[in-house]
């Protein structure tokens, strides 16, 4: 419980899972600490009460437990003020968010949450929340819609825009956020596009930290600890870091003093953290989970794949990462490496090959193109593209079932079960272009190298695939 009062609101979050929790709440935390100021959080649940049914019966204060490869360390949290589950009551989200002290609406609703269509650059009108949204706006189920509806009537009410900020791993992140408001506004809120033009800011950003989900295992060893049950617990590595593009309209906690990096873009930091840390830690989740192995550091403890984890960065992934300033790649790709090794945190392979449909363009298939571009065969990420249709195939190598969780996957899991064989099923999996645009299905000689792949995988295993790979 705190102490004294919660602070005034400045901010609203959607999606108050582990992640926020763990970094933004955190980082604003202290930056209110170190400069004050009324940054307190309402934060929404989109959909799920759990967040709020934790939090609220303790004032919003709970404690996020830093687990460093020699101890950990704890620190209590105040900076939610409030939680909100939007699915039990839309307009009072809405009314939060019209309120002119919010100052800063910012996400972690996952990929999935924005309805972002990659391949048209454009809102996405066949995702469930979005198509009933525009079907009755009333309904508010989207993230997108709420913003939108609230931005309109701030509009309507003379009242400033709020910044958008997206903290969800996404290229362009807030280009992406801009784009599907604007696009929903466009079919609801005709007025509302030129004024979001003229008046809206939708910062970029890059987020990073370790959040492995919370079991009960976690919960009931802190209890231990410090005698009492927290039920909002976060378990987090020590490490963050958070760049931030400098586009703010109505002012932004002092979030720089806790260590956050303002910058004029963030494209080359994100480039740099999709590819080098999502990007293997997907290679590590799929390939992982099939050689049997339940978490990120067992994985990359097991014969070879250290091996091909530096292969993928030194091979395949820099050479196509532009240089971020400030930045020295090589120190980056060696402190990853410490960090997947941290023996304290449980970061589950399950847990990260989740959505991997949403995830796989920006982490490994923007990297696979601009190697094609080049003439050259990324056999690596061949390999682990060839991973992700075995496992979104849904049975492991032991033929037990995969629990697979993706918004594609009965689609995915169809594609591959009407085809057969290696050649059939990769070609089944490429023409999702969704995932694969038009252009990577069109590729002979990817095709061909993740037929190869996929044909290694079902002979030999994930674990003689990985060390027994060629590495050149
Ligand atoms: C992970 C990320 O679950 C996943 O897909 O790759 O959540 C990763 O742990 C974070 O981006 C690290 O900042």
Known sequence: MRDGPAPGTGIVHFGPGAFFRAFNAAFTHEAMEMAGGDWGIEAVSLKSPTARD???PQGGVYTAVELGPEGETHKIITSIANVLVASEDPSAVVKVLTN???????LTITEKGYGYDPTTKGLDLTHPDIAADLADPSGRRSAVCL???????RRLSGTPPFTVMSCDNLPSNGHVTKTVVRDFAKHVFPDLVDWIAQHGAFPSTMVDRITPATTNEDLAELEKAIGY???AAVFHEPFRQWVIEDSFVSGRPAWDRAGAQFVQSVDAHETMKLRCLNGTHSALAYLGYLAGHQTIAGTIAAPGFTAFCEYLW???ILPTVPQPEGEDLQAYTDALLARYRNPNIQHRTWQIAMDGSQKLPQRLLGTVRDHLKDGHLPTGLCLVVAAWMRYVGGVDETGAPIDVRD???DRLKQASDAASGAVGKVEALLSVTEVFGRDLAASEAFRDAVTAAYQRLEDQ???TAVSDFPLK
């Not at 002119?100 to 910012?106: E, R, T, Y």
């Not at 913003?147 to 009537?153: K, P």
């Open 229 to 231: 049950h927290d039920p």
């Open 314 to 316: 030194q091979s395949e």
């Open 461 to 463: 295993g994930a674990a």
């Open 100 to 106: 002119p002290k919010v100052k800063i609406v910012s």
């Open 407 to 409: 918004p594609m996957a």
């Open 54 to 56: 934790q939090l609220l």
């Open 147 to 153: 913003i939108a509806a609230a931005l309109e009537a």
